[in-house]
């Protein structure tokens, strides 16, 4: 039996969010639709504001065609990416243009009460900087380090602080905030940012972010790959060598000798007043011996520990990413030429290490990016503009958080 497409709005709405098609020719085109299915799809976009007219697009002969695109600011979407020792915030329109952020030294160990607790203060203070309130958010989106039940969207064992275990980030936000919510990994959120707007030319990738903890992302065929449950990329707990205990309850994991808490923690050691992952990129950057030394050591481990996911997934690029990152040379230098010389000749030619060109932005694009699938999901914009609501009125979109 053959597959018969479906004809709902939101199938179209896709389209025109990734830019594949804008006009009425090109979605036709590509979803082999007759006109009149495509108008009435279109009516019920535009009346629920989801999308608007952006323009005239030339045609090979005739009236210029018109073009659609996301009505941009119909609303707002907040985006959050928790790291071990900071966190950034941000407020980005529809499309994931951030408007305005903040930052501060607060983390994972803080604990979710004091993250959310300083996150939604910030909310709240830079919503009317914008003109705009709590019910003109549409989607949450939140990075978290550690892993997610992609089930139920609740943070799952082990964390590296238990503090975070079984936490549903939704109940840490007021009432007052009717929106969709999206959690996940703060690695996996990090790699949507990076394939669709630091990497697009590349659909396999794999995106590290090295910060206190050591987290790893799988783009496969240009999808985020999170596994049975998202837990897919677990690489910090790879067990290898030594007896230094680790959160996972093992010991000997790459986390235990290559990640930011291990080189503060031997810094410390060394006399060193470190607290966070900036601390040490700092002193890498004023070519202190025992940074750079630890670093390079650390990146050694790392790029031993990726010979085999290289081996396995056969990606185009490993990006990466995380404060950790931002310490340069020789860091990423020694994960690059540790990867490549153990690498088989087949998987390592032509693959590429480099540093995100995201930067410290990553983590709150991708938040943003994931509360707008979120939000524009196919089938529920499909039932969303299905049935009218009462009170519903053209210019008002209608994308709220379904019961």
Request: aromatic share 6%; net charge negative.
């Amino acid at each position: 039996m053959a597959h018969v497409p479906s004809t709902g709005s939101g199938v179209a709405l896709d389209l025109i969010r990734s830019g594949e098609a804008t006009t009425r020719t090109e979605l036709i085109e590509r979803l082999g639709w007759s006109r009149i299915t495509l108008a009435r799809r279109l009516d019920d976009l535009l009346a629920a504001g989801i999308i608007v007219v952006s323009g005239q697009r030339e045609s090979g002969g005739g009236r210029p065609s018109e073009k659609f695109a996301v009505n941009k600011d119909a609303g707002l979407l907040l985006s959050v990416d928790i790291g071990g020792s900071h966190t950034r915030v941000a407020i980005t329109d529809l499309i994931s243009t951030v408007l305005v952020e903040d930052e501060a030294d607060i983390g994972l160990w803080e604990g979710p009460d004091a993250v959310f607790t300083w996150a939604t203060q910030v909310f709240d203070y830079l919503l009317p900087r914008l003109g705009k309130s709590r019910a003109d958010v549409r989607g949450i989106g939140v990075g978290v380090p550690g892993p997610v039940d992609a089930q139920t969207g609740r943070l799952a064992s082990p964390q590296l602080d238990q503090q975070w275990a079984d936490v549903l980030v939704k109940d840490y936000f007021p009432e007052e905030y009717s929106a969709v919510f999206a959690i996940d990994r703060d690695v996996n959120v990090m790699a949507v940012a990076e394939s669709r707007l630091g990497w697009p030319e590349y659909r396999d990738l794999i995106v590290l972010k090295l910060g206190l903890g050591i987290g790893c992302g799988l783009v496969l065929d240009d999808r985020v790959y999170r596994g049975a449950r998202g837990g897919a990329g677990d690489v910090a707990h790879r067990y290898r060598h030594g007896s230094e205990p680790c959160s996972c309850g093992g010991s000997g994991c790459l986390e235990t000798v290559a990640s930011g808490y291990a080189i503060r923690r031997r810094l410390n050691e060394r006399g060193y007043r470190v607290r966070t992952s900036s601390d040490i990129v700092a002193l890498a950057r004023l070519a202190s011996p025992d940074a750079v030394e630890l670093l390079t050591a650390a990146g050694q481990e790392i790029g031993t520990a990726l010979v085999d996911v290289a081996g396995l997934l056969n990606p185009q690029i490993i990006v990466v990413g995380g404060i950790l990152a931002e310490a340069g040379d020789p860091f990423l230098s020694a994960i690059r030429d540790t990867l490549l010389a153990g690498a088989r000749a087949f998987s390592g030619e032509g693959l590429v290490v480099a540093q995100s060109r995201l930067g410290n932005k990553a983590g709150i694009l991708g938040a943003s990016l994931v509360a707008q699938d979120a939000l524009f999901a196919t089938e529920r914009i499909s039932a969303l503009t299905r049935t009218p609501r009462s009170g519903s009125r053209a210019g008002a979109v209608q994308v709220r958080i379904v019961p």
